[in-house]
C-alpha cells in the first residue's frame, strides 16, 4: 500500500471508529438482560434492568408506592419481588420455584439517566439432575415500560454439564437450554 493510500485508510477507520460511540439502548425502552448460570444444584439468574430516559420516571414512580421521591428498602424489595413474579423457570417441564437472592438499585438520579442498571439475583434449587440431557426453560414475561429483552445461558463452571444447545424466543423474552450433565 502506498503511503497515499494508507492515509486515506487510516482517516477513513478514524472516521468509521468515531461514529461507533453510539449507545445501542432506545431511550423510550425498558431493557430487561438475563443471564442464565446452570449448576447441578440449581440456577442462578442475573437480571439487569436498564430504563431509557423517556420511561425512567416511570419506572421511579412505580417502584415509589408512597410518592416521597426515595426508593426505601422496602419499595426497592417491594418492586423487585414483583419483577420475580413475571419470571419463570422450567426445568425437564417442570415448574421450578425462584427465589430472590438479593437486588441493587441505582439512584434515582443515575436511574433518570438511562444507562444505570437495576440488578436482581434470583435463585432457583433443582432436584439433583440424573445423568444424560436435560431442558431449562427460562421466561420474562413481565412487559410493562417497552420492555425489550436479551436472554443468554453462561457457560457452565462445572466440567459435568455441558451445553447441547439453546433456542431463544424471537423477542428475546425466552430461553431454553438444551444441556446434559456427566
Known amino acids: 500500500m502506498r503511503a497515499g493510500e494508507f492515509a486515506v485508510a487510516a482517516l477513513c477507520a478514524m472516521l468509521l471508529a468515531g461514529g461507533a460511540a453510539v449507545s445501542a439502548h432506545r431511550y423510550d425502552e425498558y431493557l430487561q438482560a438475563s443471564r442464565i448460570a446452570i449448576t447441578p444444584a440449581g440456577v442462578r439468574l442475573e437480571v439487569s434492568l436498564t430504563p431509557g430516559i423517556a420511561v425512567a420516571d416511570d419506572v421511579i414512580r412505580e417502584m415509589d408506592t408512597n410518592r416521597d421521591a426515595v426508593l426505601s428498602d422496602a419499595e426497592r424489595t417491594a418492586y423487585a419481588q414483583q419483577l420475580v413474579q413475571g419470571l419463570s423457570l422450567r426445568f425437564d417441564d417442570a415448574l421450578v420455584p425462584l427465589a430472590l437472592v438479593g437486588a441493587t438499585f441505582p439512584p434515582p438520579n443515575t436511574i433518570r439517566g438511562g444507562d444505570a ?66
Open 117 to 182: 442498571a437495576i440488578t436482581m439475583i434470583v435463585a432457583a434449587r433443582l432436584a439433583r439432575p440424573a445423568a444424560g440431557a436435560h431442558r431449562l426453560a427460562f421466561r420474562n414475561a413481565n412487559t410493562a415500560h417497552g420492555a425489550v429483552y436479551l436472554a443468554n445461558a453462561l457457560m457452565p463452571d462445572d466440567a459435568r454439564l455441558a451445553i447441547t444447545g439453546m433456542t431463544h424466543a424471537l423477542d428475546q423474552s425466552g430461553l431454553t437450554v438444551a444441556y446434559t450433565v456427566r
